[in-house]
């Protein structure tokens, strides 16, 4: 039983430049989720989703992008890349829609230059 | 809206020592509480939680009373090992949508 899988686990991009980080559960999870955490603010929620075809906003939705066509799968695309972006990213999923008991990736740190 | 105010650290300690990390909150309503662990390297894992007040929620050693009348979740550890070196986030769920506020974490340290 894999849990939360999260790749890639490093990458850099240039300002601009778009990319998606992927995020698979194996658990049969309904609810799904993306934080960010930068140093001093803790971690911020940027999208989440209760099933599959249902996503909406957390606080800091701003300059990305999610779907969710099947329960497994919850990518974050990043459609401009700025250095503002540059954060530990870690997805989270959680039983049923229930979102107490929070399983997390192991995140994927981004730079952006 | 809900938030959550930890301790700065980071906390430094030596092993058997006593821990306490204080947490407090601002709610509207009657959110569940919870403390996250997170170790180097890693995501976050749930270590406790509590859903009223006056329940206590307890794991691994860690204890934490949901206090209503002060707005408190403080977490505990009568004596604290090495391998408890991690941040600890405490938490609590929002008033409407479905999502968890975190606080900014506490960064601790034991030494052997």
């Known amino acids: 039983n894999a849990g939360v899988t999260q790749t890639p686990k490093f990458q850099v991009l240039k300002t601009g430049q778009s990319m998606t980080l992927q995020c698979a559960q194996d658990m049969n999870h309904e609810y799904m989720s993306w934080y960010r955490q930068d140093p001093g603010m803790g971690l911020r929620l940027i999208h989440y989703?209760?099933?599959?075809?249902?996503?909406d906003q957390g606080e800091v939705p701003n300059g990305y992008n999610v779907s969710r066509s099947t329960t497994e799968d919850f990518p974050l695309r990043l459609l401009s890349a700025a250095p503002s972006q540059t954060s530990v990213y870690f997805c989270?999923?959680?039983?049923?829609?229930?979102?107490?008991?929070?399983?997390f990736g192991s995140g994927t740190q981004l730079s952006v230059l | 809206g809900n938030s959550v105010t930890q301790m700065e650290g980071p906390v430094t300690l030596s092993e058997e020592a006593f821990l306490t990390i204080n947490c407090t909150y601002t709610?509207?309503?009657?959110?569940?509480l919870f403390w996250y662990v997170q170790y180097p390297g890693e995501g976050l894992q749930l270590l406790l939680k509590?859903?009223?007040?006056?329940d206590k929620g307890s794991n691994k050693g860690f204890e934490a009373t949901y206090r209503k009348e002060t707005t408190s979740f403080h977490l505990e550890k009568g004596s604290v090992q090495v391998s408890d070196s991690a941040v600890y986030f405490c938490?609590?769920?929002?008033?409407?949508?479905?999502?968890?506020?975190f606080g900014k974490g506490t960064s601790l340290l034991v030494t052997p």
């Open positions: 709610a509207t309503g009657y959110p569940s």
């Open positions: 989270a999923s959680s039983l049923g829609q229930g979102f107490e008991k929070l399983f």
């Open positions: 509590a859903t009223k007040a006056d």
């Open positions: 989703s209760v099933g599959a075809g249902i996503t």
């Open positions: 938490a609590l769920s929002r008033n409407s949508g479905y999502a968890l506020n």
